[in-house]
């Protein structure tokens, strides 16, 4: 294998003089050969001279650089000197011009001061206050004032004074009208439409009947997306239809935080859902024991009513408890007091369960209630310390669910028992009353067969 890959290259080499000597048309001897390499060597040494002198001159232009920058280093550090020493004493003219300037400014000083400081502070009122609703910008000039006298030490000239008073006295102004305009407001459903304002001074933005909020931040008026209750809106919608006569109106004299905290107060039904599974099932417990109160306080009414009215006829029917008790006095004429007592008895018990039904359910739903509203709280507390476990206690909203669970199902099964409860002796009370009412009319029937016997 060697030897063949051997005699190929021979082969190739020998293939490519072959075709170089063809090319050039020049003989290969050692003579050639001899000659080419003369004048190799002597173009060799003409490139090396021609180095050689390009260098030299090189260097002596390097020298000459080095020379101009050593001269210019030396001129740059003799004008370094020049500037310190002309710094240093720009340094002691600024610091007699200062105190110059201190002197001259006396109390003036503590005036711009003053200005300065009431120019962030009321720049910091106009930026959330309710009339920039209306007024826009005021607080941008108020702000390059403050920031000019406190970076640049510049002094406010008189017309800035002045604006910074008319800016001041505008907004205690503008604080005691009620005031209509026109712009754009982001309504609820994210919509930005231009709507017809209505401003009570710094206290609030109503228009269509609902509450508006004002971002000094963006400078944008929106709608609350939780407006407060009916009569709030009511007024509002008054307000904005009034023509100058009075009207009730609500304000906020906190700027809306009042106002925030207002909307943000759960309704019935979201405290209704506060309450969970827990909390359904005791508003159903509770529905089903009113709906059986309720029919059963309708019925013994009516029984009632029969009742009494029984007792002031002689003719007996069998439409009501009485008229069949005593309907079985004339069946047994005959009986002796102990047979009809017996009989008497019969009928009154076989009434009984007409007028005392569904009353033990009321009363079980009365007791069931406050203890479903027990296991509410017990599941919210649960909760709570698991999200404790979890969470620690740095953040109380972790924890507002459960809790809200346990309140909520407590005041729930309470709202329950309570009027179920009520309900119950009230019915109870009606029962035993009729009840009473038939057996005092049994014994009187009794009393009266024995004496008819004696």
């Given at each position: 294998m060697k030897n063949l890959f051997k005699l190929i290259t021979a082969t190739v080499f020998g293939a490519v003089v072959t075709t170089s000597a063809m090319a050039e048309n020049t003989a290969l001897d050692l003579d050639s050969l001899l000659k080419q390499l003369e004048e190799g060597q002597y173009q060799q040494n003409k490139q090396n001279a021609a180095r050689e002198k390009e260098f030299a001159q090189k260097v002596s232009e390097q020298d000459r650089m080095l020379a101009e920058a050593a001269q210019t280093r030396n001129n740059e550090l003799n004008r370094s000197e020049r500037l310190e020493t002309q710094f240093e004493e720009n340094e002691f003219k600024i610091a007699d011009l200062n105190e110059s300037?201190?002197?001259?400014?006396?109390?003036?000083?503590?005036?711009?001061?003053?200005?300065?400081?009431?120019?962030?502070?009321?720049?910091?009122?106009?930026?959330?206050?309710?009339?920039?609703?209306?007024?826009?910008?005021?607080?941008?000039?108020?702000?390059?004032?403050?920031?000019?006298?406190?970076?640049s030490s510049k002094l406010a000239s008189i017309e800035e004074i002045e604006r910074v008073w008319f800016e001041i006295q505008r907004e205690m102004t503008e604080s005691g009208k009620i005031s209509r305009f026109t712009t754009d407001v982001v309504e609820a459903g994210g919509n930005k439409v231009q709507k017809d304002i209505v401003r009570v001074?710094?206290?609030?933005?109503?228009?269509?009947?609902?509450?508006?909020?004002?971002?000094?931040?963006?400078?944008?008026?929106?709608?609350?997306?939780?407006?407060?209750?009916?009569?709030?809106?009511?007024?509002?919608?008054?307000?904005?239809?009034?023509?100058?006569?009075?009207?009730?109106?609500?304000?906020?004299?906190?700027?809306?935080?009042?106002?925030?905290?207002?909307?943000?107060?759960?309704?019935?039904?979201?405290?209704?859902?506060?309450?969970?599974?827990?909390?359904?099932?005791?508003?159903?417990?509770?529905?089903?024991?009113?709906?059986?109160?309720?029919?059963?306080?309708?019925?013994?009414?009516?029984?009632?009513?029969?009742?009494?009215r029984q007792l002031k006829s002689t003719t007996f029917t069998s439409d009501n408890p009485?008229?069949?008790?005593?309907?079985?006095?004339?069946?047994?004429?005959?009986?002796?007091?102990?047979?009809?007592?017996?009989?008497?008895?019969?009928a009154i018990l076989g009434e009984m369960p007409k007028l005392t039904r569904s009353l033990t359910v009321v009363k079980i739903i009365s007791v069931v209630a406050p203890l479903m509203?027990?296991?509410?709280?017990?599941?919210?507390?649960?909760?709570?310390?698991q999200a404790i476990t979890l969470f620690g206690t740095g953040d109380p909203k972790l924890m507002a669910g459960g809790i809200s669970t346990a309140l909520v199902t407590t005041v729930l099964g309470l709202v329950v028992a309570i009027p179920t409860t009520l309900l119950y002796a009230l019915l109870s009370t009606r029962s035993k009353a009729i009840v009473g009412i038939l057996q005092e009319q049994s014994a009187g029937v009794i009393a009266e067969r024995a004496e008819q016997n004696a």
């Amino acid at each position: 294998m060697k030897n063949l890959f051997k005699l190929i290259t021979a082969t190739v080499f020998g293939a490519v003089v072959t075709t170089s000597a063809m090319a050039e048309n020049t003989a290969l001897d050692l003579d050639s050969l001899l000659k080419q390499l003369e004048e190799g060597q002597y173009q060799q040494n003409k490139q090396n001279a021609a180095r050689e002198k390009e260098f030299a001159q090189k260097v002596s232009e390097q020298d000459r650089m080095l020379a101009e920058a050593a001269q210019t280093r030396n001129n740059e550090l003799n004008r370094s000197e020049r500037l310190e020493t002309q710094f240093e004493e720009n340094e002691f003219k600024i610091a007699d011009l200062n105190e110059s300037l201190t002197k001259r400014l006396g109390s003036l000083k503590e005036l711009f001061g003053v200005l300065q400081q009431v120019s962030g502070d009321t720049k910091n009122k106009f930026h959330n206050s309710l009339i920039s609703a209306e007024l826009p910008g005021r607080d941008v000039f108020l702000d390059e004032l403050a920031q000019s006298m406190g970076t640049s030490s510049k002094l406010a000239s008189i017309e800035e004074i002045e604006r910074v008073w008319f800016e001041i006295q505008r907004e205690m102004t503008e604080s005691g009208k009620i005031s209509r305009f026109t712009t754009d407001v982001v309504e609820a459903g994210g919509n930005k439409v231009q709507k017809d304002i209505v401003r009570v001074g710094p206290f609030a933005l109503v228009a269509d009947g609902k509450y508006l909020d004002f971002n000094g931040a963006t400078g944008t008026i929106a709608e609350l997306i939780r407006q407060p209750a009916a009569r709030y809106g009511d007024s509002a919608a008054e307000l904005q239809a009034s023509n100058g006569e009075f009207v009730k109106f609500g304000l906020d004299p906190t700027g809306g935080s009042i106002l925030g905290l207002l909307v943000q107060a759960p309704t019935l039904q979201e405290r209704v859902e506060q309450g969970g599974t827990v909390g359904y099932i005791i508003l159903a417990v509770g529905a089903i024991g009113l709906l059986l109160a309720l029919e059963r306080l309708i019925s013994l009414t009516l029984i009632k009513l029969k009742v009494d009215r029984q007792l002031k006829s002689t003719t007996f029917t069998s439409d009501n408890p009485l008229g069949r008790v005593m309907q079985v006095r004339d069946k047994h004429p005959e009986a002796d007091v102990e047979a009809l007592e017996l009989h008497l008895t019969e009928a009154i018990l076989g009434e009984m369960p007409k007028l005392t039904r569904s009353l033990t359910v009321v009363k079980i739903i009365s007791v069931v209630a406050p203890l479903m509203g027990l296991l509410g709280t017990v599941t919210g507390m649960i909760k709570t310390f698991q999200a404790i476990t979890l969470f620690g206690t740095g953040d109380p909203k972790l924890m507002a669910g459960g809790i809200s669970t346990a309140l909520v199902t407590t005041v729930l099964g309470l709202v329950v028992a309570i009027p179920t409860t009520l309900l119950y002796a009230l019915l109870s009370t009606r029962s035993k009353a009729i009840v009473g009412i038939l057996q005092e009319q049994s014994a009187g029937v009794i009393a009266e067969r024995a004496e008819q016997n004696a």
